[in-house]
């Protein structure tokens, strides 16, 4: 794909699902990739293991930190700057998602969804931003966000939708204001896709449910979600931003017959 070769790429939430598949789009483009995470160490080790496969001359590395967090994300773009030289692109993957009927949401698990979800998003946008007005050269950034920024299916994740519904905002208002440097801000909007996140989907049942729900039939696979990204981060994507591209199956477009 045109203008990622060479790229350094910082990911979030890069060692598992969608974040983890970008890695390794990332990689096979030629370039070089910064694997966030937060916890275990073992799953992010292990996509090192394969970027290094991949692209051994990429000088991968591991970038742990809690991005709900300013002070790590402070510490956690000075750590891949000073091994990369530059960042050129942020993937803004990481997410989680915990689930509770709206009514009876626990406030503490409202506060940790949009912590992690739009918080954190909004503070690795803000240091790449700086970054690339810093630095003087062209930046792309791209979060991951959800059909159910628009069409919110899940009844039972109301954090989870209204933090990815903050998505669509801060990625209008950044690709308004910082066009002008050079600098793209976009969002990749996943439908049903089979990630950890998603581990209900192993059940057959509720699989066959929600694949009825989707007009092409199935539940998506996190390698769709990171062509999708790479193209958006890629010069092909050059005159593209403010925009959320679903890819969903036409899961937002409605049911079919």
Do not use: W
């Not at 970008?22 to 996509?47: C, I, L």
């Not at 956690?76 to 009514?103: E, S």
């Not at 998506?220 to 994507?237: K, N, R």
Request: proline share 5%; hydrophobic share 45%.
């Amino acid at each position: 794909m045109r203008g990622l070769t060479g790229k350094r790429v910082l990911i979030t939430g890069a060692a598992t699902g969608i974040g983890r598949a970008a890695a390794v789009r990332f990689a096979e483009e030629g370039a070089s990739v910064a694997v966030n995470y937060f916890g275990d160490a073992d799953p992010a080790e292990e996509v090192i293991e394969r970027l290094n496969q991949i692209f051994p001359d990429g000088g991968h590395v591991l970038a742990p930190a809690d991005v709900s967090d300013e002070d790590a994300v402070d510490s956690l773009f000075a750590g891949v700057v000073q091994a990369f030289d530059r960042i050129d692109i942020l993937v803004n993957n990481a997410g989680i998602k915990i689930t509770h009927q709206p009514h009876e949401a626990a406030i503490g698990d409202y506060d940790k969804v949009m912590a992690v979800n739009l918080r954190g998003a909004f503070l690795c946008a803000q240091a790449a931003i700086q970054h690339f007005l810093d630095t003087g050269r062209p930046g792309a950034i791209v979060t991951t966000s959800s059909i159910q920024a628009d069409v919110p299916v899940d009844e039972d994740a109301i954090a989870y939708v209204m933090s990815k519904a903050g998505i669509t905002g801060m990625t209008r208002v950044l690709a308004l204001r910082y066009g002008r440097d050079r600098i793209r801000v976009n969002a990749v909007g996943p439908g049903a896709i089979m990630t950890p996140m998603n581990a209900p989907f192993a059940d057959a049942s509720l699989r066959r449910r929600t694949e009825r729900l989707v007009p092409l039939g199935r539940i998506g696979e996190p390698e769709e979600i990171a062509a999708v990204i790479a193209f958006l981060a890629s010069d092909e994507a050059s005159y593209i931003t403010g925009q959320t591209v679903f890819a969903d199956g036409g899961l937002g477009v409605g049911r079919p017959a």
